[in-house]
């Protein structure tokens, strides 16, 4: 009977041990800390500062890679699988969770086929008393056709005309409000795809890849 006192404990001990140590082996249970993260089941208000890159990527399902292309920083290398959110900040000059917790939700919802609101409800830029000025109808064309090709040469305007192939993905990204990574993704481009070089650039390395498709990509986003 005295025997039995002590070796239930430690039998129930080993069974449940056991049973965490074959769903890790398997790839079913992720452990952040003290939270247990089921693989490909989390969001992206999941994402914790404690938690890992690679945890985090395999959480919501997307490869390590892809998840560093999202975070954008300026020298990808010094990102490790096992670098924590919460060390991001000293890696990466402006990097803020809530930002990326909204970003990560953005591209979640456009890989997965789900329609992307935010873009069209960012307000759109203030005009600027130069802009309203030349808006003005006046006696002669000349102002009117003076007011356009300023708008299109200063690359504040959005639509196909501002867009040329000496512009990178992420100078599209920003003149329409875009995220990179949504843009990259509606373009079809892959998540690795180097954003800062210039759309002539990847045209000539991507095949079927060229200036339109930045065009067409933006005017649905839009």
Known sequence: MT???WITPIVFIA??????GVAQATGA???SGKQVVVAGQLTADDIKGSMTLQQAADGVGMPFAELVTLINPPDPSLLTPTTAFKDLEALVPGFGLTAFRETLRTYLAARNGT????PTTTPPPVPSPT??????????????ATHTS????????TGDASIKGSMTLRQVADANQLQ????????????????DLTLRELSDTI????VQVVKDAVARLH
């Open 29 to 31: 249970w992720i452990t």
């Open 115 to 118: 329609p992307i609101t935010t």
């Open 150 to 157: 300023t708008a299109q040469a200063t690359g504040t305007g």
């Open 15 to 20: 069974v449940m041990l056991g049973g965490v």
């Open 131 to 144: 802009a309203v000025a030349s808006a003005i109808p006046t006696s002669t064309p000349t102002s009117t």
């Open 3 to 5: 025997k039995l006192t």
């Open 207 to 210: 095949p079927g890849f060229d």
């Open 180 to 195: 990179v990574a949504v843009l990259v993704a509606e373009c079809s481009l892959p998540s690795d795809v180097n954003a």
